[in-house]
């Protein structure tokens, strides 16, 4: 389940029954921070909490302590902290006037489920160590796009390196040939080869080597193409126009008209506009966390 950074949010749970005693503590990152529990207004089986402002995306664990019949049990249940990609003030006075939080925050997470899958990619902010496998050469492909990186391997990262490729890459440079040649891939053939532990390692990420890299990733604000992508499938989500698509739907014809849709609507976003906007976004296959 998503909860939203940067805003105030307030999850339920529901008790075996109304007497139920109920706690709840947050669990972030390991550490544990008791939370207050209410009861609704209108369901008395329904426990709330009022989670404290978060500003990390990450999962949260809530652990719920409740007792029935003199006997204690715990379920923990476990969130997402998101960015959301189009602000629900926004959505409620353009676009969904008069509907519930609940049916504005389904809507904003239904279009920011199709921009994810159709890009292959997140737009949010987070800060994390990331562990990569090196494919060879003085560039490595990162798993996401890079803000900026504080270390490789635990050590602070040196001035030589850079973040490349609009934050996609992760670069260091090459010093040219070695003196001596043989010496190119750092080592020394005589009557065969063995180590020089004075060679020159032409590549930086090794092949099949472990890189943890540490820093922030993604976006520091949501890209605008983005929004308006995300404008363009809430509207269709508010307004009932991707209905006939979500059910396959290719054609409906009556007396006097018919509807037929092209196969670019069962694709992609469902919205050719939404797609020209994110087209810049969509990455190639290629990219792996192991």
């Known amino acids: 389940m998503d909860i939203y950074k940067e805003k105030i949010n307030t999850v339920e749970f529901e008790a075996p029954d109304s007497s139920a005693l109920v706690t709840a503590d947050l669990v972030v990152d390991g550490v544990t921070t008791p939370l207050q529990v209410s009861t609704s207004s209108t369901e008395a089986d329904i426990r709330t ?44 006075k353009n676009l969904m006037e008069g509907s519930s939080d609940d049916d504005i925050r389904e809507a904003e997470a239904a279009a920011r489920y199709i921009v994810q899958a159709h890009t292959g990619q997140t737009f949010g902010k987070k800060t994390e160590t990331k562990t990569i496998t090196g494919v060879g050469g003085n560039s490595l492909p990162l798993p996401a796009r890079a803000i900026s990186i504080d270390s490789v391997n635990g050590v602070a990262l040196p001035v030589s390196y850079s973040i490349t490729g609009d934050g996609w890459y992760l670069s260091h440079p090459r010093f040219g040939l070695p003196s001596i040649r043989s010496d190119y891939y750092g080592i020394h053939e005589v009557n065969g080869v063995i180590e020089n532990p004075y060679g020159y390692h032409y590549q930086t990420f090794i092949r099949g080597g472990k890189f943890e890299i540490a820093g922030t990733w993604g976006y520091e604000e949501v890209p605008d193409a983005v929004v308006e992508a ?59 966390v192991l």
């Open 49 to 92: 909490a009022t989670l404290p402002y978060l500003t990390d995306e990450g999962q949260v664990s809530i652990v719920w302590k409740f007792t029935v019949n003199g006997k204690s049990y715990t379920k923990t249940t476990n969130y997402n902290v998101v960015t959301p990609y189009l602000s629900t003030r926004w959505i409620k």
């Open 230 to 288: 995300m404008k363009l499938l809430v509207n269709d989500y508010a307004s009932g126009d991707s209905m006939y698509r979500d059910r396959y739907l290719v054609s409906m014809t009556a007396a006097d008209w018919r509807i037929q849709f092209t196969n670019g609507a069962f694709s992609q976003t469902g919205n050719v506009r939404a797609d020209q906007l994110l087209g810049e976004f969509v990455l190639k296959s290629g990219w792996a």
